[in-house]
Every structure is written in structure tokens, then in C-alpha cells.
């Protein structure tokens, strides 16, 4: 289990950006697969973004174009850089963790074993 911490959350305007970062403790964080995944209220976790231990990346379409995943694995983060944000955009963001990958990155929240506490972000209309 690696311990995941995430920050940045908060209440914006629609078409504003925001920052998520996720520190991860684990000495091994270069060789992990960094996952960012929401929850709406009423609604089934879904993936957003991935990001591979080569820098290989996957987006859910949703976000495709808006959003940007990248990791420091000198600072041991992952960032989730978010614009053009929607109210639909509204849920709690968690960061999650997996094992070395060397195929398709993972999108199932089951194929991550670690998870932050959640970070909650907002979008006014």
C-alpha cells in the first residue's frame, strides 16, 4: 500500500482551471502507474486520466483536451491540471496507485491498489 495524499481541490467558475497534485510515499513512485479518477454525488467512480511510468498517458474522452497528467518523480507527485472546467466537472477527485505496467494503461478503478483520501473540486455555473 502507498500512501497518497492529494491538494488543490476547490470552487471555480466554469471555463477556469485548477491544479491537483498527489504526493505519493513510496520510493518506488517512478516505477508506478498514477491514476486520477472523480466521483459525482449519485454516481459510479470514473476514470480521467493515466499516466504510465514511461510518461505514456490515457484520458477519458470526457476530458480529452481540457485536462493534462504529469508526474515529478523527483517530488514524488502527480499533478492533474484541469481546464476550460464545466459544472460537470463537479466531484471528488481521488489519485490512485498500481504496480509497473508494461501493456495498455489501466482505467478500472480495481486494477489500483492505492487511494487518496479525495480531494473535492466545484464548478459554478
Known amino acids: 500500500q502507498v500512501q497518497l495524499v492529494e491538494s488543490g481541490g476547490g470552487l471555480v467558475q466554469a471555463g477556469g482551471s485548477l491544479r491537483l497534485s498527489c504526493a505519493a510515499s513510496t520510493p518506488t513512485f517512478s516505477t508506478m502507474t498514477m491514476g486520477w479518477f472523480r466521483q459525482a454525488p449519485g454516481k459510479e467512480r470514473e476514470f480521467v486520466a493515466a499516466?504510465?511510468?514511461?510518461?505514456?498517458?490515457y484520458y477519458a474522452d470526457s476530458v480529452k483536451g481540457r485536462f493534462t497528467i504529469s508526474r515529478d518523480n523527483a517530488k514524488n507527485t502527480v499533478y492533474l491540471q484541469m481546464s476550460s472546467l464545466k459544472p460537470e466537472d463537479t466531484a471528488v477527485y481521488y489519485c490512485?496507485?498500481?504496480?509497473?505496467?508494461?501493456?495498455?494503461?489501466?482505467?478500472?478503478?480495481?486494477?489500483?491498489?492505492?487511494w487518496g483520501q479525495g480531494t473535492q473540486v466545484t464548478i459554478s455555473s
Open positions: 499516466i504510465g511510468w514511461n510518461g505514456r498517458i
Open positions: 490512485a496507485a498500481a504496480g509497473l505496467n508494461y501493456g495498455q494503461l489501466p482505467t478500472r478503478a480495481g486494477d489500483f491498489g492505492s
